[in-house]
């Protein structure tokens, strides 16, 4: 591997604002590189990526936490001696580079490597696990130590021991999980299982008995790993992996599609992250204690709508936390729940929630919203040869449709922080 040159570090940069910059920033780049040219680095930090070293390297690391930057950008330059620090007090604490590197990639000369991630504003801080992308971006401070805590974080083990089964029964139902029922903590099932739930740790709780704790759930020798859906909300069953449970792939797959459901819960810290997924949003707006509301909801989706996952984003949202989209609606938490389509550009009010068990119904509005037939009732009014027990709620006729409150969580191009006052 080839690392890159040390930069002299500031140490007011401990305390920059976390802004980036785009490719309009050019006003002031010329007097960062002339500075930077009069320093002679003499050590060296972070790996220095390119393509011969790249997809190596996130292949065979559990972790590499990357810093794609712009030598044009004053903020990439702010960033990089910390940066270098960070990466050799992260190589102190963990030396074996299968388990952490700190990397960085120059943007203009390895666009082929960001242009993989979409990375369009600089510095961008991607961490990848297992060669995943973590879906959020870093947000924390960009200090070493602050880089450092980040990353010892992200190390720990996701996975919590049981020593009786008696102890599985009292895990939270509210929560989607995996159990492995194992031999011993240095099985190859253990290893897959462990670097699996690195990954999808933001996601679901992972859960493992060795030996006696286990031992009358697997037969001898065979380790097992199962899933329990959530009891409260889910028409899901649990379920046994059936394959090879040595495969990091084979394992992944399946906990994935199993950890992450089809009906997701919205809320101010997973917005953003939702938004870059880029597909227009339906969701249920209910009282926070309307359990039948969810389950309903989630029966429809599961029964009727399963053809719309890569179309749509099903999510449900506690209408008393998001009361600011109802507003928007003409509606209160006294009209819960509540069902609308946001497309990013408008806001749809499906006619009445109580309808959602009827055959087709949802599934006519999410073709209503591709054909452009509500953008056009919400202007015209409804279609002369259309059914009226499918119109939308009566609006003026020439009105437009509520603009969308749930773009604004959509990533900035310019910061870092979302606000929560924004929707």
Known sequence: MTY????????????MPQRSCSRKSWGIVLFYLVVISFYNPTDSGAVEFDESNFDATIAHSELVFVNF????CRFSNLLAPIFDEAADKISGVFPDKTKVTLGRVDSDKHSSISSRYKISKY????LIRNGVPVKKEYRGGRTPEAFLEYIVKQMENPIHEFHHLREVLSIDETKRIFIGYMTSNTSRTYDTYR???????DDC??????GEASRTMHPPDVDILAFRPDRTTSVELDETFKGNSENFDEVLTWIQT???????EITFENAEELTEEGLP???LFHNPDDKDSIRRYNQVVHEQLMGEKH?????TADGKRFAHPLHHLGKSEKDLPLIAIDSFRHMYLFPDASQMDIPGKLKNFIADLHSGKLHREFHYGPDPNSDPSNDLLTQPKGTSPPESTFKKLAPSSNRYTLLKDEL
């Not at 510095?123 to 991607?126: D, E, F, M």
């Not at 179309?311 to 999510?315: M, S």
Request: with cysteine; hydrophobic share 50%.
């Open 4 to 15: 890159s040159n040390r930069r002299p570090r500031n140490k007011e940069m401990s305390f």
């Open 69 to 72: 930057y712009a030598d044009w």
């Open 123 to 126: 510095p961008t801080l991607k």
């Open 195 to 201: 670097r699996v739930a690195m990954n999808l740790k």
């Open 205 to 210: 709780a992972f859960y493992v008995g060795f």
């Open 258 to 264: 199993k950890c992450v459901p089809l009906v997701r």
């Open 281 to 283: 949003f339906m969701i």
């Open 311 to 315: 179309a749509i984003t099903f999510l």
